[in-house]
């Protein structure tokens, strides 16, 4: 159920700068990983994926970053706009299943 | 993009009464799709894998007999809360994987459910 006092990471930035989203993964076997954009009330928002094979990957706007040393993936964000503000969540796929990170608010001060 | 559409998108009930969330792929065929619970300010959690013609495959703590899944075609597959609780009260998302696409996985808008 739900956890009393449970609040997300907040990042909160001004329109027009670059954001940057971290995720610590668990599993050193995952081999694919995605990020999603999930608005209030709505679904998951595919954003941008990455194998294990590669450390970086650009999209419009977004970059994905691997670094399967530290297990560590982030997400940047450039020339973050108003309509960027959602929780991000980080998902990793280790057998077939996704599993999902903690999630982290953006903000985004016009 | 390939849609997922959820029905209904939220649903009121009385303790102890049951409650139906169908899930459709629109416009592809998904012999998996998978159904998640997210309380508030939460992640996605999986409750369980849902296979076309066979039996689901449930996360552990997940009880199979109140969470009960059908995936009676390869468009459609049913989330039916049984004797459903105030704890059970929750937002259910679930997604569906292309059987032609592997990889890509597509998730619905959710259902809210609010049990009183």
């Known amino acids: 159920g739900e956890s009393v006092g449970l609040h997300l990471p907040t990042l909160s930035v001004q329109e027009g700068d670059n954001s940057i989203i971290n995720c610590a993964y668990s599993?050193?076997?995952?081999?694919?990983f995605i990020w999603y954009k999930q608005e209030s009330g709505k679904g998951p928002q595919f954003i941008i994926d990455i194998r294990s094979n590669m450390d970086k990957r650009q999209g419009q706007r977004v970059t994905v970053l691997l670094n399967k040393t530290v297990k560590h993936l982030s997400l940047q964000i450039a020339a973050t706009q108003p309509g960027d503000s959602a929780v991000y969540f980080c998902?990793?796929?280790?057998?077939?299943?996704?599993?999902f990170g903690k999630g982290t608010m953006l903000l985004v001060s016009p | 993009g390939a849609v997922v559409s959820q029905h209904p998108s939220w649903v009121i009930c009385k303790s102890g009464t049951s409650v139906k969330i169908e899930c459709r792929s629109l416009?592809?065929?998904?012999?998996?799709m998978f159904w998640y619970r997210q309380f508030p300010k939460q992640s996605l959690m999986l409750m369980a894998t849902?296979?076309?013609?066979?039996?689901?495959?449930?996360e552990q703590g997940v009880e199979k007999d109140k969470f009960l899944i059908n995936h009676a075609s390869l468009t459609l597959s049913t989330l039916t809360v049984t004797s459903a609780h105030p704890e059970d009260s929750s937002f259910y998302i679930c997604s569906a994987r292309d059987s032609l696409a592997q990889e890509t996985q597509y998730f619905g808008p959710g259902t809210r459910l609010l049990v009183l």
């Open positions: 849902s296979n076309e013609g066979s039996k689901a495959t449930y």
């Open positions: 416009d592809f065929q998904a012999t998996t």
């Open positions: 998902a990793e796929r280790g057998y077939s299943t996704l599993t």
């Open positions: 599993n050193s076997a995952s081999d694919y």
